[in-house]
């Protein structure tokens, strides 16, 4: 199971494209991760 979170970990982190848009399709209503302070970042457990 600890594997399989790591797992999720890479992959989350792989839908964070270059300009710090989110191409995750239930996150296009978030705004840019460069215009957002680190707080606002949230990983999900």
């Not at 300009?19 to 970042?41: F, Q, V, Y």
Request: hydrophobic share 20%.
């Amino acid at each position: 199971q600890q594997m399989e979170h790591g797992e999720t970990m890479r992959s989350h982190s792989q839908f964070i494209t270059s300009d710090g848009h989110s191409t995750m399709p239930n996150a296009t209503d978030e705004p840019p991760i460069e215009n957002s302070g680190p707080d606002h970042i949230i990983i999900p457990e």
